[in-house]
């Protein structure tokens, strides 16, 4: 966990520049005290970092764990140490949890109804570049299973690749790469799915089926191949799927769709 | 601009990992052609971003500019070269597009608003760590200011540096910093905003201010200092603001809540 | 593969610090043809990352691609371009092809064997720090598994780990977090490994069995999971854990053990 | 020393990615202790490096010194903190003491017949892209002359260099760059050695000379210059080499072809 | 502030190499105390990025602070800790203050004049690359307007701007950017400096103007933008400059022209 | 040579931040010519560095070679490319230029009179942080001898080294480091210089000696080590010690007190 250091002060260098001319005109060298209040109900996330940061610059933190559940108004950490450097922090820190606890809290209520039908709730590779650890955490601090982390960890045979290749070929040649390596077909049909299942795939994708297409063919292929369901779920169509009970529903709704937590840092001494 | 393809360059290895074991797999090496597509109306931002990388990948790419108009359904840009590098591309681009289109039209839709009254809008510094120059450089495609890039580049003195001075001493020792840097000034209330002004401040912020307590004291300040409005800005609310002329409403909003614009990337030969 | 072009210069500073004093003294601005040349039979690898360099520094390369066969003295690159930049990148390049080329060959050679009774030869984490994508793909090209690329790819438990749980808890917990990610547990004798199917393992390493021991459990191990065997594997011993067709052996012997290819590069004209 | 830990920061990212997936899963937050154990004789390196990971991450331990000579089986290593912590530095601080003590220990076995008869063992420029300091450095541990560093820190003048210039001219204009630069000069037959000796070369380095060519000409060169033995040294044929008594004998043996030392690390507590 | 240590840290492995071979052979693992010395009058500056590395490093330090005066020969800092670090950091640690105290003193020296007459000190853009933070800061220091940090802090529309619009439009399209951002001209004449003014320019540098030019045109000007005087001003012509009291009066003389402020570094125990 | 282009990169983002305000508001896409103009007479150095930058960004550059020297006035590049890169460049080219044909022309100043001696003429290690390789090629571009580059490639026993050790057991462990490092001392009496001689040392510095003490010890050191004068060094003072002919001077003057050489760009075209 703590290589993410050198990371995250490389975002405190974006936010600062080469320094900060208002609190280093206007603020002495003091010690202060600061709270960091959730605005909103959430999920937090981004703690953890807030910690590392907290720790490398000398900083008491007193925070909530990522995970917890914060209420509207609640405060979730009590900093303590030098005024410029609270200050330095604020807007970096916050940017981080506000981000990271917007996703956890959209995937903890997603996964809330997958989970009521034991589906298992995953997000995808729709990230913000360069930023994409800190979502792919907040996605497991909320509940969700994060997939692959990128291209190297899993094989995905989407509709891209099979212009190029049969879907027979493309499965007996992905087996080959790891016996590490999960594979899986994107397909848009159900008669694909059972290709897929057939040439040895592990799972398949059914992308974009409605609910009625997935019903269709999930009894077929359940007991042979891992089936994850994808395309367009929002909190409103979760439920139409998750009943028909697929092993894994994958979003990147919570990425790209979900508002960030609005958090803010107050000083409450001096 | 080309000063980023080192960022660039560091997001692909973040989506790639040590290498697409599915590509390489299953993929030979030939020529391709692929187009992305908007999946939803949109500005269009991140296009030159594609070019650089397209540029230094040797693959041919023929776009629609940023800033652009693009339709439902519309191709948005034309992409030959290597099949492996397209699909190596593929995601990492289109998180670039997708991300920075959707805060370029969010831009978009509250500047149109403001720009009736003759009132700039401007985004914050709540933007994703790591990922600020792409997001500030959205709102700029989108019609948008971009206010401070970082803490270094203008003062604004905020309720939390004014636990540590008086407001007129802050603005005093403020305005010392540089020429070049606008100072401004975080107020909660009309007076606050009246010593702001008195003190010599360029600017003041007026912060959750309603539309009411804004009209109260604009006159009065509007030839003094530009008047920045700011707080719970969204394009619900931001008409009962504009319409009262401030000289800039700012706010997070195409950051923190705006969706991503849908976009794919679809092989069309062979 | 492109981005690795990043981590190539790196190297490549690494061996130049500020300038080659030898050649910027001794060599004039010219051009010059080298060759490279096998020293010994081998597997090439690092060809990739040689035509790469060239590429970038505008040298003209006509390679033997990576995989083929080199026989001792064969010329498998031909280079034309600035002299100062040919002595420039002499070094760098041969230690990236013999380090390379030293581990395809090995693995190549225990892959031979084990390809004749159909198991799958895989590297372990023991690679050289700041090297292992170069490690890994050196051990793809000579037709390994790769096994995993970093602690995030794939579950592994280990003895250490069961020093902090149950194995049945370990195994439990570990197939939670996604079901992208393959389950393996090390095990150290056959009622473990039966324990770690029962569990839910999706694959058990067998650590340090004898053949003897690997015997005795592997028909009731084989059809329930994927069997790893593991532990001192050497081109000496690998036949005799082949024969017994497990699904995966796995060594790190090609990175720990194996000699460099010895390569050198001639400058042929003038 | 200490500016290293950035690299050993960079190389525990390499090994870990995103996070390790397993000991997050399996192993609580709790303290624990470990040992680290040699499992053959060898000359101990990467000890330093091992303490000051240790000492970033707030892990005590208590080590055997670099150069220390360690037994079969003996601890070299306890260590005590967060046990999960613990899991996550044991592959990448294995890999840099396995690797860097089969450099020292193999570089201590070439030493110890080179200085029977009072002959310097220098390591070459063969190394591990990306790697060099720590092979140089276990180089050095085991007691061996690290060569030149790289391209910049002394002038050697190679075959290739001699293909665009005299020898004479070239040793003329290499001993213009700095006094604080040896002028080496590579050749291949005795009358090579003297002209170079007579152009004012610091040194000579008699490459791939059999052990009665060496003879013939190292009394006329010994007293003018310093002279290197290489090319194709091993431990099988050095002592025909030291027993001449040249000043300094040179091989990349102990980087390209000796084993790793086999090490492991095991909990002991809990 | 903290955010600088991984660049100190880059310029420490820039002076260091791989180790620093004199200290190492020569100097025991021992405990020392030094002094940092001046050997002329100066105001003092790199103090803190001193104070940075020394706390990194785990020496003890007991500094002047940035900005204060030191005599000639006055001790500016003692130091205590391992012998081998303090010598590890002598050169880094004495080129930034050299370097950064010759910036603040030529600095002081220009505002101490400046001052006299209300005239804010300014320097400019023309910095040393990769250094430019450490100049601006020593710019500071001494008391300096540390005036644009890059590019995109303000708007300075200068002669080869010009070349490809009108100056009218120029500052139209300028003023558009942000309301954060200053719009300065750059002109070569009375007629264009008051051009700009009508424009909307906030401010307009000057540019090789003679003092009497400054002064013919200075009245008009004064009320209507900030007047920045730049162009070839030194120590010896600046008092005919501020005795008219401009606005500001930038230079870059004391990065481009100052000489660095001799220190040395002292080993007094033991 | 072409490595540094990463470094180059790195300059110009720290010049432009997230974009150039100035020249993307005001200047349109098109194509420009600009020439480079020396202000004043000098040696040229930074020219290879303006050419990789242009030749990066597709911009064509016709430029007077390193070490040419220029006249007051004199063009010394002629540039061809788009009018935003020009611009965009601009400050980065110019400021390297500036500060690499000072120290050439100061070194070239220097030399003139050290080479009518025949000595040779170095700098020393007090180089601006961070930029040091340039600093190094601009004395070499000179004439002068770089010196050390670093801390590990010569060792350099200091006055602060010998509060460890007597001057002869220094020397002695010195000389164990590598045959291909120099080793020198820095002496404060004859009577020390004559023992380091005496104790097998290759070279000795004479730090801060008058011409008189220089005078006094040469001959007995002359044909034993080399000698390098130091300390002090000015153009005013350098013939009283040259005429002396130690076999080298060095001093930082060139590096820490000499100016800038002043240029600029203008565009001539449109």
Redesign the interface.
């Known amino acids: 966990?703590?290589?993410v250091l050198?990371?995250l002060?490389?975002?405190?260098?974006?936010?600062?520049?080469?320094?900060?001319?208002?609190?280093e005109?206007?603020?002495?060298e003091?010690e202060?005290e600061?709270e960091i209040v959730a605005k909103q109900e959430c999920v937090l996330a981004g703690v953890r970092e807030l910690e590392l940061l907290c720790s490398?610059?000398g900083v008491e933190c007193s925070a909530t764990g990522d995970g917890a559940h914060a209420h509207e108004g609640s405060t979730v950490a009590e900093l303590r140490g030098s005024?410029?450097?609270l200050?330095?922090l604020?807007?970096?820190v916050?940017?981080?949890m506000?981000?990271m606890s917007?996703i956890a809290t959209a995937t903890r209520r997603l996964v809330e109804v997958a989970g009521r039908y034991g589906v298992?709730l995953?997000g995808t590779?729709?990230?913000?570049?360069?930023?994409?650890?800190?979502e792919?955490?907040a996605i497991a601090i909320g509940g969700g299973?994060?997939?692959?982390?990128?291209?190297?960890?899993?094989?995905?045979?989407?509709?891209?690749?099979l212009?190029?290749?049969s879907l027979e070929e493309?499965v007996r040649?992905?087996k080959?790469?790891?016996?590490?390596?999960?594979v899986?077909v994107e397909v848009s049909s159900p008669e694909q799915a059972l290709l897929a299942a057939e040439a040895g795939a592990d799972?398949v994708m059914l992308d974009n089926f409605t609910p009625e297409q997935v019903e269709q063919v999930l009894e077929q292929l359940r007991s042979r191949v891992?089936v994850?369901v994808s395309g367009g779920i929002t909190p409103e169509n979760i439920e139409s799927y998750a009943r028909l009970k697929p092993?894994?529903i994958s979003t990147s709704w919570m990425?790209?769709?979900a508002?960030?937590v609005?958090m803010s840092?107050?000083?409450v001494k001096?």
């Open positions: 966990m703590h290589p050198l990371e002060l490389r975002f405190l260098r974006e936010d600062t520049g080469f320094w900060d001319v208002t609190t005109s206007v603020v002495p003091t202060a600061a490398h610059f005024a410029r450097t200050l330095l604020e807007r970096t916050l940017n981080m506000m981000r917007g298992r995953a590779r729709k990230t913000t570049p360069g930023f994409r650890y800190f792919k955490r299973d994060p997939h692959r982390f990128r291209l190297d960890d899993a094989v995905l045979i989407k509709h891209n690749h212009r190029f290749s493309a040649r992905a080959r790469v790891s016996f590490t390596k999960l899986e799972a891992l994850e092993h894994v990425c790209t769709s508002p960030w609005d840092m107050r000083v001096p």
